[in-house]
């Protein structure tokens, strides 16, 4: 506020502080501010709440875990502060202690749901956001004791059959223990359920444990009552966990006394517990006898009652007209059909970009996976959450999600224009205003043309946050000059052809000024390659250049810029087959390599197949990749742990794999690997469709052997597009219009 700069607090700050020994922290902060550009928003607010948040929960953690190890706490921390492990992690300065190692988790669901339950790689489930745990365990009469979270013969999957199910086993010495968590809907809610089956040679207890913790660290609960007919527990007075039989022993503990693991053996009946300091453990014992398995369902109904007739539709109705996949790589067919899902899951009606850490709404993530609703045929989807777009532009026309993010604007009309190519359909008349607004707001927000390196450029910011500290970033330009563009070509289908011509002019303008700046820095580094910014060298941060080849195509697919960019990338900046992001992140990212892989395959370069196999070896086993994935661990490190924008990437490289737009023309096969293509002893065809594209649906099939035979048939909006089949190994054939079926010949 302007006010604020006449009262003399800045005085008193300084006063307060230095007259206590502390150092001065406004001079601390204009220090570190000098090591980053000049900018409007130093950092957006959303990202320091957030990261207050985030820290407040591991100083939580520091003053809870180290201090109690005998505890049984969560697979991340069993790993990450054990000192033989390679996730361990030395705590000596941290003063917050959080998930840096095995940020990895699942989510399941009801499409159209808010509700995410997530499940951690050793099954341990947190079915309300952001609250505590329910695990399980096998408690031996003989001594020997199952513990998922400290034990390593685990296996894990996503059961696919009728919906989404997170299926974890474990054995150890004559016991066996299998978890299955889904959520499904009855008459009233939607519910989460946790299917336990347990078995133990020599007998003993299966164990239903209520935890103070989760995938982050400690999650507070202050009172645990186990009902009078001893089949539910009730937490905090609000929350219910429900039990299909009543439990055949129960035990509860508190902080001072200690984990509830410690006491399983008592012979105790305590129904109740409370902790003023928030870790209560309760633990439900149902008995194994010698040789048999139990079989017990525990239910946490999800706190949102559904309104009669407004129930979401089931997953069968969300996946009846997607586009769909059938390779003979059962590796890329999974992690095809578990992207799917996650898109699905992740777009209830806005998207987002994870369950969890990322369960917030971003316009650059949004683009991204609304992209890939689009190409996966999940038009509906795609619609809904685009419809909530107008509403978080300001009246200067700056689409809004986070202060000081400068790539917004061309986000939301670049991806408003994909809806309305790809559908075919015109604009909605209610979004009309909001793109002639956010389009003069990306013109009015360029700095003046002053003959600096960053003249006529959009102003610095903190851009994509990995990128580095704040400074004018190419892709800011990038995504602006691609919401100019994506502007006219709106104005010109609707018929305003003023407005497309004032913008194409300063697409034009902005366009030459963004090339220049390039030529500079090509001079200055002796090689075409974009750097991150005008002032920049190259480093990990110039992955945000190469929006200018994928999504946006600003360039050609052979253009020097891109193909330099990619070499030195992937030179310099690789581990393990991915992209390793140094800035903010310290990991491996799928989503970034697939980028990379994007322009590869554009150039026709092999290599785009290469990356892909790397990515999929990345995944977790239900197919999913943490944001930024720990490079001796191959747990994740940052972020999100089911990070559903590097869902979308997979679907959509498999989608441009098949079929892709490259200006006028569809291009078909390209990214095929071309040994799919010549087996002969293929059992079945290879399918992809119906595949929404510019020009309409088409769906291929292609019949693998010495020459390969493919296939397709679209439902074009209007007259069929010039076709090219590019795949590898194979004669480039460019189709005669009307034909739709060829054989491929060998190179």
């Given at each position: 506020m302007p006010w604020m700069k006449w009262l003399p607090w800045r005085f008193f700050v300084r006063k307060f502080a230095t007259a206590h020994g502390f150092l001065d922290p406004l001079a601390v902060m204009a220090r570190l501010q000098r090591f980053a550009e000049p900018s409007e928003v130093s950092e957006p607010i959303e990202l320091l709440r957030a990261g207050v948040i985030f820290h407040a929960r591991a100083l939580m953690n520091s003053k809870?875990?180290?201090?109690?190890?005998?505890?049984?706490?969560?697979?991340?921390?069993?790993?990450?502060?054990?000192?033989?492990?390679?996730?361990?992690?030395?705590?000596?300065?941290?003063?917050?202690?959080?998930?840096?190692?095995?940020?990895?988790?699942?989510?399941?669901?009801?499409?159209?749901?808010?509700q995410m339950p997530i499940v951690?790689?050793?099954?341990?489930?947190?079915?309300?956001?952001?609250?505590?745990?329910?695990?399980?365990?096998?408690?031996?009469?003989?001594?020997?004791?199952?513990?998922?979270?400290?034990?390593?013969?685990?296996?894990?999957?996503?059961?696919?059959?009728?919906?989404?199910?997170?299926?974890?086993?474990?054995?150890?010495?004559?016991?066996?223990?299998?978890?299955?968590?889904?959520?499904?809907?009855?008459?009233?809610?939607?519910?989460?359920?946790?299917?336990?089956?347990?078995?133990?040679?020599?007998?003993?207890?299966l164990v239903v444990a209520l935890r103070p913790c989760n995938?982050?660290?400690?999650?507070?609960?202050?009172?645990?009552?186990?009902?009078?007919?001893?089949?539910?527990?009730?937490?905090?007075?609000?929350?219910?966990?429900?039990?299909?039989?009543?439990?055949?022993?129960?035990?509860a503990s508190d902080y001072h006394k200690g984990d509830i693991s410690l006491y399983l053996r008592d012979e105790g009946n305590e129904n109740h517990a409370e902790c003023e300091v928030g870790m209560a453990t309760a633990a439900a014992l149902f008995r194994i006898e010698p040789g048999e398995t139990v079989d017990t369902l525990v239910t946490i109904p999800q706190q949102c009652p559904l309104k009669k007739g407004n129930a979401p539709a089931g997953w069968k109705q969300n996946l009846d007209q997607h586009c769909a996949m059938s390779v003979p790589d059962t590796e890329m067919q999974f992690l095809y059909d578990a992207a799917v899902r996650t898109l699905i899951l992740h777009s209830p009606h806005d998207v987002y970009p994870g369950p969890y850490t990322y369960k917030r709404f971003w316009f650059r993530d949004a683009a991204f996976m609304i992209q890939s609703l689009l190409h996966a045929g999940l038009l509906d989807r795609a619609a809904r959450a685009l419809e909530r777009f107008p509403s978080r532009q300001k009246r200067n026309g700056y689409f809004h999600s986070q202060d000081g993010e400068w790539d917004s604007n061309g986000e939301a009309l670049w991806i408003i224009d994909q809806y309305c190519r790809i559908t075919g359909t015109k604009l909605k008349p209610e979004w009309l205003d909001p793109v002639l607004r956010g389009t003069h707001w990306i013109h009015n927000k360029r700095q003046p043309k002053?003959?600096?390196?960053?003249?006529?450029?959009?102003?610095?910011?903190?851009?994509?946050?990995?990128?580095?500290?704040?400074?004018?970033?190419f892709w800011d330009d990038f995504w602006g000059i691609a919401g100019q563009l994506s502007a006219v070509a709106i104005c010109n289908r609707e018929g305003h052809t003023q407005d497309a011509e004032t913008f194409q002019h300063h697409a034009d303008d902005f366009m030459l000024t963004v090339d220049d700046a390039l030529q500079k820095c090509a001079a200055r580094l002796d090689r075409p390659a974009m750097p991150a910014s005008p002032k920049r060298r190259l480093d990990a941060g110039a992955i945000g250049s190469i929006?200018?080849?994928?999504?946006?195509?600003?360039?050609?697919?052979?253009?020097?810029?891109?193909?330099?960019?990619?070499?030195?990338?992937?030179?310099?900046?690789?581990?393990?087959?991915?992209?390793?992001?140094?800035?903010?992140?310290?990991?491996?990212?799928?989503?970034?390599?697939?980028?990379?892989?994007?322009?590869?395959?554009?150039?026709?370069?092999?290599?785009?197949?290469?990356?892909?196999?790397?990515?999929?070896?990345?995944?977790?086993?239900?197919?999913?990749?943490?944001e930024a994935i720990h490079p001796h661990s191959f747990g994740g490190c940052m972020g999100d742990g089911q990070h559903a924008w590097a869902a979308a990437e997979w679907v959509t490289m498999q989608r441009n794999c098949f079929v892709r737009e490259e200006g006028d023309?569809?291009?078909?096969?390209?990214?095929?690997?071309?040994?799919?293509?010549?087996?002969s002893s293929a059992q079945k065809p290879i399918r992809f469709g119906p595949a929404p594209t510019?020009?309409?649906?088409?769906?291929?099939?292609?019949?693998?052997?010495?020459?390969?035979?493919?296939?397709?048939?679209?439902?074009?909006?209007?007259?069929?597009?010039?076709?090219?089949?590019?795949a590898f190994g194979y004669q480039p054939v460019v189709v005669e219009p009307g034909v739709e079926m060829l054989e491929l010949q060998p190179k």
């Open positions: 809870v875990i180290q201090h109690n190890l005998d505890w049984v706490w969560p697979y991340w921390i069993e790993r990450q502060f054990d000192p033989a492990d390679v996730a361990f992690i030395p705590r000596a300065f941290s003063i917050t202690h959080c998930n840096l190692s095995h940020r990895n988790w699942t989510a399941v669901g009801i499409p159209g749901s808010e951690d790689p050793r099954g341990l489930l947190t079915p309300h956001y952001d609250g505590w745990s329910i695990d399980s365990w096998i408690v031996g009469d003989d001594g020997s004791d199952l513990y998922p979270s400290q034990h390593d013969q685990i296996t894990q999957r996503m059961d696919l059959k009728d919906g989404v199910a997170i299926v974890t086993e474990s054995q150890k010495s004559g016991a066996q223990l299998e978890s299955r968590v889904w959520a499904e809907l009855d008459e009233r809610n939607n519910n989460c359920h946790m299917r336990l089956r347990a078995h133990h040679k020599t007998g003993g207890w995938p982050e660290g400690v999650a507070f609960i202050h009172k645990v009552t186990l009902g009078n007919d001893r089949n539910r527990w009730l937490v905090d007075g609000q929350h219910k966990i429900l039990f299909d039989r009543p439990v055949d022993r129960h035990h002053d003959g600096s390196l960053t003249g006529g450029l959009l102003p610095a910011g903190f851009s994509a946050e990995h990128l580095g500290p704040n400074d004018c970033y929006a200018a080849g994928y999504p946006l195509k600003l360039y050609p697919e052979n253009d020097p810029r891109l193909l330099d960019l990619v070499e030195f990338l992937m030179e310099n900046c690789f581990v393990s087959g991915g992209f390793f992001q140094d800035m903010i992140h310290s990991g491996i990212n799928a989503y970034l390599t697939i980028h990379v892989a994007q322009v590869l395959l554009r150039a026709g370069d092999p290599r785009c197949i290469d990356l892909m196999r790397n990515v999929a070896k990345l995944a977790s086993p239900t197919g999913q990749w943490p023309t569809l291009i078909l096969a390209s990214g095929l690997p071309a040994e799919w293509l010549s087996d510019y020009f309409g649906t088409i769906s291929i099939e292609i019949t693998p052997g010495d020459k390969p035979r493919i296939s397709w048939s679209g439902k074009w909006h209007d007259e069929a597009p010039p076709i090219e089949v590019r």
